[in-house]
Every structure is written in C-alpha cells, then in structure tokens.
C-alpha cells in the first residue's frame, strides 16, 4: 500500500506559476502509475494528469494540456504538477492518486479507477 502526501498548493495570481509536488511512501513506487485530480466544492473529482510507471507516457486533460506538464522521480518516490499560465478555473482542491494496474485508458479518467488518494492540497487562482 502506498501512502501520498501532496505539498506546493497556494494562492497565485492568473497568468503565474505553482509546481505540486506528491511524495509518496511504501516500497516500490516505481509500480504505480500516478496522477492528478482536482475538484471544485460541490462539483466531482476531475482527470488532470497521468504518467506511466517510468515516466514514459503523459496524459492530460484538455483543460490542460500545453499549460500543466506532470513528471515523477522514482529515486526520490515524488510526483510532480507543474502548472503554468495558470486561469481563475484552474482553482481547486488537487489531489494526487496512484494505481498499479497497467494501463491508460479512457477508463482511467474516471475517479474510481485509481486506488490510492493523497489528502488534497488547496490552489487558488485570482483574477
């Protein structure tokens, strides 16, 4: 079982800059794929960015994509968001998610299928 702690949330103003960062605890953290989810109050929990367990493959949501670009150092058992040209909608609770069955696929951008979730870490982005 892995345990994730994320870190880099805060407030930043539209148009800058925040890197998350997710450590993650338990053996063999290179098994896991990894990923980020982000969830307005009230609203569900929303595919952000997935990298495959060697950091070979990317994914992102459309939102996204070109602005945010995750990584992850599997020496230093860390998963990495970093988001730039950041917009007011960007603001949310982000959360950092792990699984260990292989794969990427539409189904992954459902909450359900990951297995392991960190705490959250709040960003706010002001106009």
């Known amino acids: 079982q892995v345990q994730l702690v994320e870190s880099g949330g805060g407030l930043v103003q539209a148009g800058g800059s925040l890197r998350l960062s997710c450590a993650a605890s338990g053996p063999t953290f290179s098994t896991y794929y990894m990923a980020w989810f982000r969830q307005d109050p009230g609203k569900e929990r929303v595919f952000v960015a997935a990298?495959?367990?060697?950091?070979?493959?990317?994914f992102y949501g459309d939102s996204v994509k070109g602005r945010f670009t995750i990584s992850r150092d599997n020496a230093e058992n860390t998963v990495y968001l970093q988001m730039d040209s950041l917009k007011v909608e960007d603001t949310a609770d982000y959360y950092c998610v792990a699984k260990q069955t292989p794969g990427f696929s539409t189904a992954s951008y459902s909450p359900q299928r990951w297995d392991y979730w960190g705490q959250g870490t709040q960003v706010t982005v002001s106009s």
């Open positions: 990298i495959s367990r060697n950091g070979g493959m990317t």
